[in-house]
């Protein structure tokens, strides 16, 4: 069964403008694919192949960024990997499901309202075990409803004023990759639903992220 038309209009448009600031688009792939009515396995499986691809695809725009924070980098992944591995293991009924997929995408909307705002990148504001401490709770979440966990992940590293806005693209492309890639191996505990028609629509969304990291990347070379 091919995959509705919407679908090949909208998903490049997500990722080219996800992939422009350092993410994959799961969370938007999933809340129109859940408006579609797709069962949420099937989904949350769509969604994390993509997020791997996007998001790779931006990690590879933004890795260059200024002093990349490997501590926290790793900080966060220790703890993130194997939590979005086990929630990717796990069975949610869809209307718990859908709340909490609901309530992530609150967290756009509150930073389009200001309740997220940007602090100056201070490095010796970071703490690792706090770092350690997020990554497991985002994993976690990520993993239970098919994201990567850059939609929680970034602005609290502009709230807490951990990082600039380069690294926080560049840490929030690569720990996407990441946890996208250990959420769906611990999906795929359960089963590996990927229906045919929307394998299909992988090219035109890869082709949606390239070009949007690419406009990012030039952006860049213009303001570095």
């Known amino acids: 069964m091919a995959a509705p038309w919407i679908l090949w209009l909208i998903m490049p448009v997500i990722a080219f403008l996800y992939a422009s600031v350092g993410h994959g688009g799961a969370s938007s792939y999933l809340m129109l694919l859940n408006l579609l ?17 996007v998001s790779l695809i931006s990690f590879l725009s933004f890795r260059k960024a200024e002093d990349f924070p490997k501590p926290l980098f790793l ?8 939590a979005s591995f086990l929630g990717g293991s796990l069975s949610v009924d869809p209307v718990i ?12 909307a509150l930073r389009l309202l200001g309740l997220f705002p940007v602090k100056e990148a201070d490095p010796d504001r970071i703490r690792h075990g706090a770092a350690a401490a997020m990554g ?9 409803i098919g994201i990567g966990g850059g939609i929680i992940l970034s602005p609290l590293l502009l709230l807490l ?17 990441l946890n996208s890639i250990a959420g769906l191996m611990g999906s795929g505990m359960q ?34």
């Open 75 to 82: 900080a966060l992944i220790a703890t993130s990997i194997p």
């Open 161 to 177: 004023g951990w990082t600039s806005l380069k690294q926080t693209a560049a840490i929030s492309a690569l720990f996407i990759f």
């Open 37 to 53: 009515e797709y069962p949420p396995q099937e989904a949350r499986t769509t969604a994390l192949v993509l997020n791997i691809f």
């Open 97 to 108: 499901y859908r709340r909490i997929l609901g309530g992530v995408l609150l967290i756009p």
């Open 191 to 224: 089963a590996f639903d990927l229906p045919p028609g929307l394998i299909s629509i992988l090219p035109v969304v890869l082709l949606g992220g390239f070009l949007g990291a690419r406009l990012s990347r030039s952006l860049q070379q213009q303001n570095p």
């Open 136 to 144: 497991l709770a985002i994993g976690l979440i990520s993993g239970l």
